[in-house]
């Protein structure tokens, strides 16, 4: 059904009384079109100061999926879905030690694969995802790894956070995947708040100053994995803590401000 026109006030008798109730219409900023960008509390500066902090504490953060090429990088990538980094190192060493390229990892066959990788969760998928973009490896790139995040995402087993590691790890490309620890830090910090990985990623890459954007996602992923923790936070451990503005925080003075010993996984 149509709406109602409203008269046109031209066209009314200065007696009209009509006339005098223009504020009926709707204010104009109602008709703005609604931007989808949510207010967090933080300003550039404490933004700024959050990632210095964590380029102190690791200027140099390393992925902890071990890996010697860019193929073992995604195949690492691929099976370290809902399984830890060090439990899929375990398993890869020998695998890796077999098949480092996709031919290899074909002539291996997805019976022993399977059997490689069986301690690490969803091993049959997992192995059949293996032989499946390796498969598609050498006969769609040449053998190669493809560089591009469109490109990376139509390997079987490879979605966009894997892409986003891949991209980043093995060809320089910053990029920010967002998995379980970087997601629990937008949202706990309210510093990039969303409902998805994909709303999350979108946030951080608005905030995320350029000079560090390379590292953000190992920061992220380090700082949620051994100081911001999923069931409790150790704020006592934390650089951040006087930046912090999460409601589960327990303590506002942050921890001395030095480089860490490297990463042992
Ligand atoms: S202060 Fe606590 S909640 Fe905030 S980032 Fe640090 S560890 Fe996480």
Known sequence: MQKPKSPDPAKLS??????????????????????????????????????????????????????????????????????????????????????????????????????????????RNKAKNVIALSRKLVEDFGGEVPRTREELVTLPGVGRKTANVVMSMAFGVPTLAVDTHVFRIGNRLRIAPGKTPDEVEAAFLKIIPDEYLFHAHHWLILHGRYCCKARKPECERCVIADICKSPEKTCDVPAALVELPGQVV
């Open 14 to 123: 200065p007696g009209d009384k009509t006339v005098a109730k223009p504020a009926r219409a709707k204010p104009a900023t109602v008709r703005k079109p609604q931007a989808r960008r949510v207010k967090i509390p933080y300003s550039p500066e404490e933004i700024h100061e959050i990632f210095r902090r964590f380029s102190v504490q690791r200027p140099e953060p390393k992925g902890e999926l071990e890996h010697v090429n860019p193929f073992t990088l995604v195949v690492a990538v691929a099976l370290s879905a809902q399984a830890t980094d060090s439990g899929v190192n375990k398993a890869t060493r020998a695998l890796f030690a077999i098949a480092d390229t996709p031919e290899k990892m074909l002539a291996l066959g997805e019976d022993r694969v399977r059997d490689l990788i069986k301690t690490i969760g969803l091993y």
